[in-house]
C-alpha cells in the first residue's frame, strides 16, 4: 500500500504524545548537539586550512579530505542548529509540521551522504595508491578527482530528494546504497591490506639481497602509513554509522515503539559525533597535518598577544598626562 511522504517521514520521529516519555532524550541529545554544533564547525575550518598548509600531501587526497571536511563542515553549521531547533520544540510540546521535517532529513541525508561517500572514495583513493603506486599519478589525476567529487555531491544530493520523490521507498533506497558501498569499502581496505603485506615481503626480500631502492622504501612506507591512518578514518565513521542502520531496520520490522524512536534520535546525534571525530583522528594520525595545526594555532595566538600588546600600549599613551611632556616653549 502506497503511504503519502508525510506518513513515510512521521514515522522516523516521535508523536505528540511520546514527548513526555523521551524528554530525558531530547535533554540528553540537545545538550550534546550544542557542544558538537561548535566543536564540529571549529575543528573542521581549522582542518580545511591546515590541509590548504599541508604541502607534502597530494592534490589528489587533498580534495578527497576537503570535501569530507567540507561535509563535516555542513553537518556543524546547518544539520545541528535545525536538529537542535526540533529538540527544542519537542521539549516544549509543540510538534514541527510534516514540511519542516522533511527539510530536516533532506538536509540531513545530503551532508550524511556526502561525508559517507568521501570515506569511500579516501579508501579507494589509498587503493589505487598502494596497487598501482609507480603509475598513481598518471592514473589519478586532478581533473579526475575533482569530477568524481562534484558527481558525488550532485549524487548524494538526488538521493536526499528520494523522500519528495519515492516517500514509501525512500529509506529502503538510502539504506540499500549504503549497505553495497558499506561492504564495498570493508572489501577494499582489506585488498589494500593484503597488497600492502604482498609489498613488505617483496621488500624485505630485496632488502636481503641489498637490491631494494631506498626511494621505493620510503613511498612503500609512507603510502602504509597513509593507509593505515585513514583506516581510523573508515573504523570510527563504522561506529558512528552503523547504530543508524541498526535504528532503520529496528523501525522497519519492529513496532514503531517509543524505545525505538528514542535509539533512532540517539543515532542521528552519533552519526552527527562523526563530523566532529575526523579533525581529531587527522591531528592524531597525521603528522604532517598535526604540524600544520599546531603552526596556525601558534600564529593566531601571536597574532592575539600582538594585537592585545598594542591595545594596551594605546590605552597607556592615552592615560598619559599631557602636561609631561615638553611644549618647546
Not at 603528522?287 to 600588546?309: C, E, K, P, T
Request: charged letters at 15%.
Amino acid at each position: 500500500m502506497k503511504i503519502s511522504s508525510c506518513e513515510a517521514v512521521l514515522q522516523y520521529v516521535p508523536a505528540l504524545s511520546e514527548f513526555a516519555d523521551l524528554r530525558l532524550t531530547f535533554v540528553v541529545n540537545l545538550v550534546l548537539n550544542v557542544f558538537l554544533c561548535h566543536a564540529a564547525v571549529a575543528l573542521n575550518l581549522l582542518t580545511i586550512h591546515a590541509i590548504r598548509k599541508t604541502w607534502s600531501l597530494p592534490k589528489t587526497l587533498k580534495i578527497l579530505l576537503l570535501s569530507l571536511a567540507v561535509s563535516d563542515v555542513g553537518v556543524g553549521l546547518v544539520v545541528h542548529p535545525f536538529y537542535i531547533s526540533l529538540l527544542v520544540k519537542w521539549l516544549h510540546y509543540s510538534k514541527p509540521s510534516c514540511f519542516t521535517y522533511k527539510i530536516f532529513f533532506m538536509i540531513m541525508s545530503l551532508f550524511a551522504l556526502a561525508s559517507f561517500f568521501g570515506v569511500v572514495l579516501l579508501s579507494v583513493d589509498r587503493f589505487m595508491a598502494i596497487q598501482f603506486h609507480l603509475r598513481y599519478r598518471e592514473i589519478v589525476t586532478h581533473r579526475r578527482v575533482a569530477a568524481v567529487v562534484i558527481t558525488v555531491w550532485v549524487f548524494s544530493a538526488s538521493l536526499s530528494l528520494t523522500p519528495a520523490w519515492f516517500p514509501s521507498e525512500s529509506s529502503l533506497i538510502i539504506f540499500f546504497v549504503g549497505t553495497i558501498c558499506l561492504m564495498f569499502t570493508t572489501l577494499v581496505y582489506c585488498k589494500i591490506f593484503v597488497v600492502l603485506r604482498r609489498h613488505k615481503n617483496q621488500i624485505r626480500g630485496l632488502q636481503l639481497q641489498q637490491a631494494a631502492p631506498n626511494s621505493e622504501m620510503r613511498n612503500l612506507t609512507s603510502l602504509s602509513k597513509s593507509a593505515v591512518n585513514l583506516f581510523y578514518v573508515y573504523v570510527v565513521f563504522m561506529v558512528c554509522y552503523l547504530p543508524r542502520g541498526g535504528s532503520l531496520i529496528g523501525t522497519a520490522i519492529l513496532e514503531r515503539s517509543t524505545m525505538i524512536k528514542g535509539f533512532l534520535l540517539c543515532s542521528w546525534t552519533l552519526v552527527f559525533l562523526n563530523s566532529s571525530l575526523n579533525p581529531v583522528i587527522y591531528c592524531l594520525k597525521m603528522r604532517h597535518f598535526r604540524h600544520a595545526v599546531r603552526d596556525i594555532l601558534r600564529n593566531m595566538r601571536f597574532r592575539r598577544n600582538r594585537s592585545q600588546s598594542e591595545r594596551r600600549t594605546f590605552s597607556d599613551f592615552r592615560g598619559e598626562d599631557v602636561t609631561r611632556f615638553p611644549t618647546g616653549l
